[in-house]
């Protein structure tokens, strides 16, 4: 019944700037910490961006250092919808983009996630 579906990807330039959404249905939303993961051809998937939720409309934000200070995760409880917002695109950020929901409401650095969408392609041109 869980559901998570990936959408916003695309092929765009160097620089340029993408926003990343997915719907979520079938839990409470604000129950479970939700996560952006990214994966390209060679590579092992690999965390980008995380939530935590502390209340229903309040949560705190865990990010990768190679993304740190580019990309923006966020959360709207209201719309069951978890945001990445990414900016100054590289090329080495082209990837599929996975969401993930956690077991808790709290996001646990190398802890496995339960449920995964099917992914949406971002391609960065150099």
């Known amino acids: 019944q869980v559901q998570l579906v990936e959408s916003g990807g695309g092929l765009v330039q160097a620089g340029a700037s993408l926003r990343l959404s997915c719907a979520a249905s079938?839990?409470?939303?604000?129950?479970?910490?939700m996560g952006w993961f990214r994966q390209n051809p060679g590579k092992q998937r690999e965390f980008v961006a995380a939530i935590s939720w502390i209340g229903a409309n309040t949560y705190y934000a865990d990010y990768a250092d190679s993304v740190k200070g580019r990309f923006t995760i966020s959360g709207d409880n209201a719309k069951n919808t978890v945001y990445l917002q990414m900016n100054s695109l590289k090329p080495e950020d082209t990837a599929v983009y996975y969401c993930a929901r956690s077991g808790s409401r709290r996001y646990t650095p190398g802890g496995g996630m339960e449920y995964w969408g099917k992914g949406t392609l971002v391609t960065v041109s150099s």
């Open positions: 079938g839990f409470t939303f604000s129950a479970y910490a």
